[in-house]
């Protein structure tokens, strides 16, 4: 559950940075044309890579979720017990 947790933040974060680089890549008037595509490109990797995580994540905190028994159902525990008759053949453990 908390892998999923980090994947989902780390996912989260990647893709608010992708949105404010893509932003920024756009608005810069002084930027030559290949530093604002590779500015463009970056961004779209970063988006695509949050969403994978984010994508991943959550089913890891859905999956990581669900409640497990402390303790599964109690077994009886009985002492080892001699049985049957005195001869050769006849004494045996009963557990």
Avoid at 49 to 77: Q, W
Wanted: charged residues 10%; hydrophobic residues 50%.
């Amino acid at each position: 559950m908390m892998a999923g947790v980090v994947l989902t933040t780390i996912g989260g974060v990647g893709m608010i940075t992708a949105g404010i680089l893509s932003s920024t890549a756009a608005a810069c008037g002084s930027c030559s044309s290949s530093s604002q595509d590779a500015k463009a490109a970056a961004s779209l990797i970063m988006l695509i890579v949050g969403a994978l995580t984010v994508g991943v994540g959550i089913p890891m905190i859905i999956s990581g979720g669900k409640r497990v028994p402390k303790f599964s159902a109690p077994v009886a525990l009985e002492a080892p017990a001699w049985i049957g008759v005195p001869r050769g053949d006849g004494w045996m453990w009963r557990f």
